[in-house]
């Protein structure tokens, strides 16, 4: 398909740039970077919330959670609002 070849280039550069914030957090960066491949965002969002090994968890706080809820919506949103472009996009083209 035309025009698919940026999805495959953006997704690939997430990959690696989740794999260097996997180095920095202590995590094997290979294993990172497939798992990104696979999961994209999600893999950004997990490498970001898990601690890095060998210290210990704390708890989220409100602000914690508050952030979290927001970056869902926000991600949520998105979803949403790409889906609807794609159903109602053909009723735009050649008006």
Not at 42 to 65: F, K, N, Q, S
Request: proline content about 6%; charged content about 5%; glycine content about 16%.
């Amino acid at each position: 398909m035309p025009g698919q070849s940026g999805y495959a280039v953006g997704w690939g550069a997430l990959a690696l740039i989740n794999a260097g914030l996997a180095q920095g957090k202590g995590r094997s960066v290979l294993f990172w970077f497939v798992i990104s491949l696979l999961l994209g965002p999600v893999a950004t969002l997990l490498i970001v919330l898990l601690p890095m090994p060998g210290v210990e968890a704390r708890p989220l706080g409100r602000a914690d959670w508050v952030v979290l809820g927001i970056v869902l919506v926000v991600l949520a949103a998105l979803v949403v609002g790409l889906l609807a472009a794609r159903a109602m996009g053909p009723m735009f083209v050649g008006g």
